[in-house]
């Protein structure tokens, strides 16, 4: 999923990072000051959901996208504490997530 929605990003125009966990991301050095988060909520670390938290409080903060295959019910525990997070469920195309993007931006 990761290395075909940054193919996708980058054939669109966007200038895109890719990371496989939530660690390596908040390891990196990069901190972008404009741009979107796409988050999957199930990541394999830190769930995207508790990322998030992570980063308001950081005072990193982005708009975000969070992608998931979630139930609601599993949703809304993920993101709990989060305001009105935009949620794309998989499968999702392009079009739809184009414009979850242009939503939070």
Known sequence: ??????RWAKVSGYEVFAFATASAFLACD?????????LDVGLPDIGGGELKRLL????????TV???ALTDDEIA????GIPA???LRKPF????LEAAIEAVA
């Open 66 to 68: 969070f992608i998931t």
């Open 30 to 38: 990069i901190h972008v000051r404009e741009g979107c988060l796409l």
């Open 1 to 6: 999923m990761r290395r075909s929605l940054t």
């Open 93 to 96: 195309d392009t079009s739809s």
């Open 56 to 63: 308001i409080t950081k005072g990193r903060d982005l708009p």
């Open 77 to 80: 525990v993920a993101l709990r």
């Open 85 to 87: 997070p935009r949620v």
